[in-house]
T-cell receptor
Framework: NAGVTQTPKFQVLKTGQSMTLQCAQDMNHNSMYWYRQDPGMGLRLIYYSASEGTTDKGEVPNGYNVSRLNKREFSLRLESAAPSQTSVYFC?????????????FGQGTRLTVV | QKEVEQDPGPLSVPEGAIVSLNCTYSNSAFQYFMWYRQYSRKGPELLMYTYSSGNKEDGRFTAQVDKSSKYISLFIRDSQPSDSATYLCALGDFNKFYFGSGTKLNVKP
């Protein structure tokens, strides 16, 4: 079982460049999430999608946009990368639209902005 | 104030010890409680999930939730070097999860 797959695994960007992080899940889950993880900060929610066709902001949405392309795929876009966006990005999915079920994570994308 | 507070450690114990990991939270709306284990350079993997106060056991792991005190714990019995990882608590409400900052555990052989 692939579970949650993220691409790319590593990326180096120059300040001002744009890129899209891809995420796909094969568990037929309704909800998908994007988190960033920084040392000492834990996981912070950037955006989430409770169901296909809906997206909502999390704790730290500034500088990011998302697209829920279909039930399987949820992408995260950095329009103009900044050094403060250097982080490890995790995509996750869970079954329920209304909460109450556990989240499963991908392996992460390590992004460095120079 | 953070939604979830977790001691970052690091916590170092000898093999075979009982480990206690804890989180406190402030929002009584949280209904779902999870513990994740994260090895270095990997994604978090789910260890335990519960939605009620009390204890839940799974092998060497026991999750404890006290909603009245807004306090959750993870106990690891007979700890092994392979348990060395960062442990994250996660709390969920309607459709979002909030994570603690993680406790780094090192189990020495």
């Amino acid at each position: 079982n692939a579970g949650v797959t993220q691409t790319p695994k590593f990326q180096v960007l120059k300040t001002g460049q744009s890129m899209t992080l891809q995420c796909a899940q094969d568990m037929n889950h309704n909800s998908m999430y994007w988190y960033r993880q920084d040392p000492g900060m834990g996981l912070r929610l950037i955006y989430y999608s409770a169901s296909e066709g809906t997206t909502d902001k999390g704790e730290v949405p500034n500088g990011y946009n998302v697209s829920r392309l279909n039930k399987r795929e949820f992408s995260l876009r950095l329009e103009s990368a900044a050094p403060s966006q250097t982080s490890v990005y995790f995509c996750a999915s869970s079954q329920s639209r209304t909460g109450g079920t556990e989240a499963f994570f991908g392996q992460g994308t390590r992004l460095t902005v120079v | 104030q953070k939604e979830v507070e977790q001691d970052p450690g690091p916590l170092s114990v000898p093999e075979g010890a009982i480990v206690s990991l804890n989180c406190t939270y402030s929002n009584s709306a949280f209904q779902y409680f999870m513990w994740y284990r994260q090895y270095s350079r990997k994604g978090p993997e789910l260890l335990m999930y519960t939605y009620s106060s009390g204890n839940k056991e799974d092998g060497r792991f026991t999750a404890q939730v006290d909603k009245s005190s807004k306090y959750i714990s993870l106990f690891i019995r007979d700890s092994q070097p392979s348990d060395s990882a960062t442990y994250l608590c996660a709390l969920g409400d309607f459709n979002k999860f909030y994570f603690g900052s993680g406790t780094k555990l090192n189990v020495k052989p």
